[in-house]
């Protein structure tokens, strides 16, 4: 069967293509704008380069056509707190997809516990094992309502449990299938 995307609504789209790149990794990021933190889940979201080192995540907008809270926040300040979500934060990391007001915060209203690491970058989340603390690099535009984001890892924060000496990284790391999550397991 030939799936021809120009015949397809935008929710097919979204469901193909979802449910064929898979698995994506879900990009946990928390911003921070007049000392209000804002947490939400994105899985548009790869690297691009080690050098220099980018990712992009694709943000969209809200219902009412304004951009999300996450990209406004990172356009204003040009910081980005990356987190990783495992088995154990799935269930915080759902109810931050939730859509709220700009000035409530998803980490104060779901009880989200984070901490400071570095003085420039909005906290992490604490039950992450792994975060990229990244900076502003360029925006794509694609002419839809989405706006790709290339971001540049400046530091990153990982659990002593889950790096050797040799710099080898043991993350459990979930990501999305679909519309459906899944643990990253090696064959
Ligand atoms: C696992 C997961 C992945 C998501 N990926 C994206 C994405 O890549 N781009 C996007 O615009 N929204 C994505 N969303 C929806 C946002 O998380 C949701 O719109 C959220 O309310 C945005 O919050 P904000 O306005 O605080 O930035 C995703 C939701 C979930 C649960």
Redesign the pocket.
């Known amino acids: 069967m030939i799936l021809d995307y120009k015949k397809l609504d935008d929710l097919s789209r979204y469901k193909v293509m979802s449910a064929s790149v898979v698995p994506?990794p879900?990009?946990w990021?928390v911003?921070e704008d007049e000392g209000i933190l804002?947490?939400?889940?994105?899985?548009?979201?790869i690297p691009l380069s080690s050098n220099p080192a980018t990712i992009v995540?694709?943000?969209?907008?809200?219902e009412d056509d304004t951009p999300?809270?996450?990209?406004?926040?990172i356009l204003k300040t040009k910081k980005a707190t990356i987190c990783f979500a495992n088995e154990n934060n799935l269930e915080k990391?759902?109810l931050?997809?939730?859509?709220?007001d700009?000035n409530e915060s998803?980490i104060e209203k779901y009880e989200i516990e984070v901490k400071k690491i570095l003085d420039d970058f909005p906290p992490m989340i604490s039950s992450s094992k792994s975060a990229l603390f990244c900076t502003f690099h360029s925006r794509l535009s694609l002419g839809g309502d989405?706006t790709p984001l290339i971001l540049e890892i400046q530091q990153q924060f990982v659990c002593d449990e889950c790096i050797d000496e040799k710099n080898h990284i043991n993350l459990d790391n979930i990501g999305?299938v679909g519309v459906s999550?899944a643990k990253i397991v090696k064959i």
């Open positions: 994506r879900i990009a990021i911003t804002n947490a939400a889940p994105f899985s548009y979201f995540v694709s943000i969209g907008v809200k999300k809270d996450t990209l406004a926040n990391l759902k931050t997809a939730t859509s709220l700009k998803e989405t999305r999550f």
